[in-house]
């Protein structure tokens, strides 16, 4: 891409995030409404830093049509927190539900969360697959110039990052979507040992509403079955 496409690109990006944002502000909708979806595996969504399921919604709204129950973990609120306390909320969330069989969908930092719940020593195995979009597997080398220590996390060198990146154990259970230019993980998403799909779209955050995406985590469904 042209440096005036990838800038292109990324102000598209910020707008879809700013009214996702805005969404979350505004919607009352209750997520466990879509709990009820129907005969197919549980999904549980995973949504990135400072975001709420709205950013998700696209991804929740098509899994549900196609008749998977849907959970959203509101104890995640802005998902702010660490990502072993995220893991722990989800694995806490599978069990007392008892949801067994189950997909993660996750995005950016929700990949993280959702690795670290399947490699849970006691419950990890209720997860039997993940599809992680634009999820930094190995860091972010723009991390450490990040204002926030939240977001300084996601460095390559970051103790978490580079214990999930060195445990390989789930990821043959992972699809890891991402496209062709994410402004925020320049090195990509590419995860050693998983099915890496690649879609032929720029951006970090408008990738989750984007047909082929939508496409992607269909296949991802479809190799859980």
């Keep these: 891409m042209t440096p005036a496409a990838k800038a292109w690109s990324w102000a598209l990006d910020y707008r879809y995030a700013v009214v996702r944002q805005a969404q979350a502000v505004l919607d009352h909708t209750d997520p466990a409404a879509y709990r009820d979806g129907g005969p197919r595996r549980p999904v549980v969504v995973l949504p990135g830093i400072w975001e709420t399921w709205h950013f998700l919604r696209p ?42 069989d189950a997909v993660v969908v996750a995005h950016s930092k ?61 990821n043959n259970r992972i699809t890891s979507i991402y496209g062709e230019f994410d402004p925020h993980i320049p090195g990509g998403s590419e ?14 955050f408008r990738i989750l509403a984007d047909p082929r995406t939508l496409d992607a985590v269909d296949g991802a469904m479809a190799r859980a079955d």
């Design 59 to 100: 991804l929740i709204e098509h899994l549900h049509a196609a008749g998977h129950p849907v959970h959203v973990l509101a104890a995640l609120g802005w998902n702010g927190g660490t990502v072993d306390a995220g893991a722990a909320l989800t694995v806490d969330h599978l069990r007392r539900h008892d949801l067994t």
């Design 191 to 204: 995860l050693p040992g998983a099915v890496n799909v690649r879609v032929p779209v720029a951006g970090h």
């Design 110 to 170: 929700g990949g993280l969360i959702g690795k670290a719940a399947m490699l849970d020593s006691a419950d990890g195995g209720r997860i039997t697959a993940m599809a992680a979009i634009s999820t930094p597997f190995s860091g972010s080398v723009y991390a450490r110039f990040a204002p926030l220590r939240s977001l300084r996390a996601f460095s390559p060198r970051d103790p978490t990052t580079l214990r999930l990146a060195a445990n390989r154990e789930a």
